[in-house]
């Protein structure tokens, strides 16, 4: 062969592999687009009127509702498992309200959906009436591969005709999370007394009062394959966060992170709260924002961001504020552990002109970077601010900055990630731990348009479960779509 040929083939060659080196690498810094599931086209959806809570009367026209009109997907309705994923849905329409919980199996593509008997209750018993925060909640053992759903509650006892039905809670024998396909189905639920696969008491916990005031239902998962159930005890302005833990044989619990009646602990107003427990970067970790008794500041609803953590697997004791200093439990003053004020970005003054309630959520990377989300309105003025607050680990000080997204918060390989829907397709931006510049990762520009999602992030795979955002009466549409973040 001449030697100018062989320059050239070596040449030739030499570009192609740099080629293919400079987009295996562009690559990594994208996300892929895997797949798009249709989970339902039957879920059920309120379209008739948004109602006062003092509303009686049943439309025939249409399924009335308070608070928010779409309750599926809502709250803690996704789980991916091994090679599964688990959804849940309340099946529509309005004469229907059944209770669903499918389970797609990753490698075989099956899907099998289970259909309760329990059908969704209504505004305080009235079932002609929907309501946006009895949503239904979903969990995994990974001590013995078990089920476990709450679901359709909202401070239950307080209602009359609840009076042997203020807990919705089913659960599996052991391993029927892995079942196989033709196995799936309501026979791996332990049934109840009366029939119907709900249960009044967790295994292990006996405290009924506390029980029948329950709202917000969700589950996580600890380092050690503990189930964590956490929901909320109360009111609105006056409530605890509280969190109970499976070990794969009995449940252990409550604990209760804060007070209500904190005014009579050294608070200066009764409050509650609205956010999360996580098991976040090895720690049991809670953050929050306040909704205050005070009804004559500039917040309608919440503010600021309130932010703990606790050394101790099972988040019972050894809690400190954001700064590594102890605090003790159940907290009465949530001013001793704020790390942020979003409301100061609000340029109204006015009372009831600031208005926090969605948009919030916070992640820890594996090196302690912390990394929260919000979302504020200010009503006077008309503005949407979004912001992004974060601290790099081994600083002492948070940054706030506002930023032109929302989403849910993911963290993996010291990498965050934010993950939401823009223009009404899903859109994924990240940042490195401890920064905020956010590059784009993905956004999806075919096939359906959405308006309500919630996403469970498992082995660098984004599980998004998703409402479409067009329909007709009173049921919708709704999707899984996967994506790899490479």
Known sequence: MPLNQLKTIIFVSLVS?????????????????????????????FDGNKVSIKHQANNPAGYDYVYGN??????????????????????????????MLTRLNNKTGVMKTIEFPHRHTGYNGKWWIGETHNTIAVGISPKNDSIHMLYDMHRNGRVSEFADDYLRYSYTLKGAATVA?????????????????????????????????????????????????????????????????????????????????????GSE????????????????????QRRSKNKNDKYVYQNGIYYAYSDDPTGVISWKDANAKPIELPVAKAELIQIAEPGDWAQTTKKDQVSIVHGFDFVVTDKGDEHFVSQ???????????????????????????????????????????????????????????????????????????????????????????KQAEGIGDTRTLYLQVFDLN
């Open 376 to 466: 504020v309105k200010d009503l006077e003025f008309g503005k949407e601010i979004n912001l992004h607050t974060y601290r790099k680990s081994g600083t002492k000080n948070f940054t706030t900055v506002e930023y032109d997204l929302s989403g849910q918060l993911y963290t993996s390989n010291n990498a965050v990630y934010l993950i939401g829907l823009k223009d009404s397709r899903v859109n994924i931006v990240k940042t490195q731990g401890g920064e905020n510049k956010f590059e784009l990762m993905y956004q999806h520009n075919t096939g359906p348009k959405f308006d309500k999602g919630v996403l469970f992030v498992a082995d660098g795979k984004v599980y998004y479960y998703l």
């Open 70 to 99: 779409a309750l599926s997907p809502h709250g803690d309705c996704i789980k991916v498992y091994k090679d599964y994923v688990f959804m849940t849905w309340y099946k529509g329409g309005k004469e229907n309200r059944h209770v």
């Open 269 to 288: 107003y009764n409050w509650g709260l609205y956010g999360d427990f996580k098991y976040e970067g090895g720690k049991f970790r809670v953050a929050f």
């Open 17 to 45: 592999f740099c080629c293919s080196q400079l987009a295996f690498a562009e690559n990594q810094t994208k996300a892929v687009f895997l797949s798009q599931s249709k989970i339902t086209d039957q879920a059920m959806f």
């Open 181 to 265: 396909d033709e196995d799936f189905n309501l026979n791996l639920f332990v049934n109840s007394k009366a029939g119907h696969y709900k249960h009044l008491n967790f295994t292990g916990i006996d405290d009924v009062k506390t029980t029948k005031l329950l709202t917000y239902p969700a589950f996580f998962t600890g380092d050690n394959g503990d189930l964590f159930m956490k929901m909320r005890y109360g009111f609105s302005a006056n409530g605890k966060m509280l969190f109970a833990r499976f070990d794969g044989k009995q449940w252990h619990g409550y604990t209760d992170f804060n007070r209500v009646l904190a005014s009579e602990h």
